[in-house]
């Protein structure tokens, strides 16, 4: 049947060489955004490498110029068949970070892909060059198969700054939201839950850092002296955090918790292990919030992280009461917590704990709002099925990543359902030397990708 010679296809371009030779070419861009001295192969990876393939599928395409000065530019690409028919967006990035030339280990480069066993290293091979190049060859072979008709329409983002931040994407959203405008998100970054277990992750945590700080005076006095008679910051500091957190993990303002966790979020979760990898550290069954899994925890429930704390010199201690503490905490959150209550909440439980006196430095930021699609949302049971279809056993749902991804602009200001599906794992080395994708998990990834383009040609929910 068509729907497993598309699958066939795509996968066959593996055993052909032919994506191996699509993926060294776009390696060797070093498109690494976070060095100025690089900004014209950003440019280059979206005009040499992007645009004809998209033209070569019937795709327009616009480079946009990022309304951040100095910043990497965006890709627009359009295909539409049938204005009736389901449009999907597909995101990806171009940008790299640093290379790390000298930091690789002996016979690999981060600039040309040298495959070894089951795996296959050079920078952007993971995060996101080949993440993307899979989704766009398994789309080029499912219009292939259905004779030059894919059956929906499909717009297509790329973004040149994501390691830097994705400076401009919600601008670009914002300004662009008619030509963006689609019923659904399809896109890949990230880990799999791990190796071996097709994912879908459906939105990601938020991270708010608050700096804390408390100057007493404006320098220290002898312990021996003042010590029983003057207020200790490092003291205060450390009863101020307690009240918040307390000493198996557990968060204790009132106002920084996350509504119930409804029943699809518990669900989706309930079947998932946390950990396990090779080089993950073991997880303590008796941290965090009480009443939990460790999944439901991760996923499914909002943390109060201690990033850094200091007052006077723990490698050189003085017989003084320190002048002033500082604490840097981090709340990281699941959807449906209000982020702006966050500051009001630790300022009002200060107080009323009689720790006034512990100022909110002005270090507090948003860097990336909880997203978080409903797992009962028919488009997650669509995709969940199709990929069961190709690979013959279910995908794991994970309401949201731990960690963060700029899905806060494709589920807020493009208002659109969000499917990532990941086609790497946690031990890939990205952002450090030795970066990889395991051919495995690439196999996986061309064949159900086509899987998914396919059914969106012929069973796509209504929207
Ligand atoms: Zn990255």
Redesign the pocket.
């Given at each position: 049947m068509s729907r497993d010679a598309a699958i066939q296809a795509s996968t066959s371009l593996l055993d052909s060489g032919a994506f191996l030779e699509e993926l060294s070419r776009r390696v060797a861009f070093r498109s690494e955004s976070q060095n100025p001295a690089s900004a014209a192969e950003l440019d280059r990876y979206l005009v040499e490498e992007m645009q004809p393939e998209l033209h070569a599928m019937g795709f327009t395409t616009e480079i946009v110029p990022n309304s951040v000065p100095n910043r990497g530019p965006f890709l627009i690409a359009q295909r539409i068949e049938d204005p009736a028919a389901p449009t999907v967006l597909i995101y990806g990035h171009g940008d790299v970070?640093h290379g790390q030339d000298a930091a690789w280990r002996e016979g690999l480069s981060p600039w040309t892909v040298t495959p070894e066993g089951e795996r296959w290293y050079g920078r952007g091979t993971a995060?996101?060059k080949g993440q993307h190049g899979i989704n766009l060859a398994a789309l080029r072979e499912v219009l292939a198969v259905r004779g030059g008709k894919l059956g929906f329409n499909a717009k297509v983002l790329l973004e040149m700054g994501?390691?830097s931040g994705s400076p401009g994407l919600a601008a670009i959203c914002r300004d662009r939201a008619a030509e963006l405008k689609a019923d659904v998100l399809i896109a890949s970054d990230g880990p799999r839950l791990s190796a071996d277990r097709a994912t879908i992750f459906l939105g990601s945590r938020g991270a708010f850092n608050v700096g804390l700080e408390y100057k007493a005076r404006e320098r220290a006095y002898h312990s021996g002296n003042w010590g029983g008679v003057i207020r200790n910051p490092a003291t205060v500091m450390a009863n101020a955090i307690a009240s918040m957190v307390d000493g198996q993990g557990r968060l204790k303002v009132e106002g920084l918790l996350p509504p119930p966790m409804p029943n699809s979020v518990r669900a989706a979760i309930s079947g998932l292990t946390v950990g396990g990898g090779e080089t993950d550290p073991a997880i303590d069954e008796d941290w965090g919030a009480e009443g939990l899994t460790p999944a439901e925890r991760l996923f499914g429930w909002n943390t109060l992280e201690v990033l850094a704390m200091g007052a006077g010199n723990p490698d050189a201690p003085m017989n003084a009461v320190p002048n002033a503490a500082k604490a840097t905490v981090q709340l990281r959150y699941v959807a449906g917590t209000d982020a702006s209550a966050i500051v009001p909440a630790i300022r009002a439980h200060l107080d009323a704990h009689g720790f006034g006196m512990v100022q909110i430095a002005e270090s507090d930021r948003e860097a990336s709002p909880a997203t978080r699609l409903d797992p009962d949302s028919p488009w997650v049971r669509w995709a969940s099925a199709s990929i069961a279809q190709t690979l013959g056993r279910p995908p794991a749902i994970l309401p949201n990543i731990g960690g963060s991804l700029p899905n806060h602009v494709f589920a807020d200001i493009l208002g659109l359902p969000t499917l990532w599906v990941p086609h790497s794992y946690a031990a890939c080395s990205?952002?450090a030397p030795d970066e990889h994708v395991l051919v495995p998990v690439v196999r996986e990834g061309l064949a159900l990708m086509a899987g998914l383009f396919w059914d969106l040609g012929e069973n796509a929910p209504k929207a």
């Open positions: 970070v995060d996101n994501e390691e990205q952002h």
